[in-house]
């Protein structure tokens, strides 16, 4: 990501972290269908770790925690 070479701190901005936040959830629930709502944080990180796996350890944490809460608040929207 471009944010990423601007970063001072080797993380990438909060934008940047949402931005591809999104578009990891969409990728995977493309993939996998209403079944991410059942998936537990660690097998998101999982999932995502080899899109993101250049990134800090802290954003690739965080990054797994985003991705997990966006599709608990689609379960929530849904139900």
């Known amino acids: 990501m471009q944010g990423y070479r601007f970063s001072s701190n080797g993380r ?8 591809l936040a999104d578009l990891l959830a969409l990728q995977i629930h493309t993939s996998l ?3 991410v ?3 537990p944080r660690s097998d ?3 999932l995502i770790l080899p899109y993101i796996d250049d990134l ?3 954003d ?11 599709f ?3 379960r929530e929207m849904d139900g």
């Open 12 to 19: 990438l901005p909060e934008r940047d972290m949402l931005d």
């Open 33 to 35: 269908g209403q079944r």
């Open 37 to 39: 709502y059942m998936l």
């Open 44 to 46: 998101v990180f999982t």
């Open 56 to 58: 800090s350890e802290e």
């Open 60 to 70: 690739q944490h965080d990054l797994s925690w985003m991705v997990w809460h966006l």
């Open 72 to 74: 608990q608040d689609a």
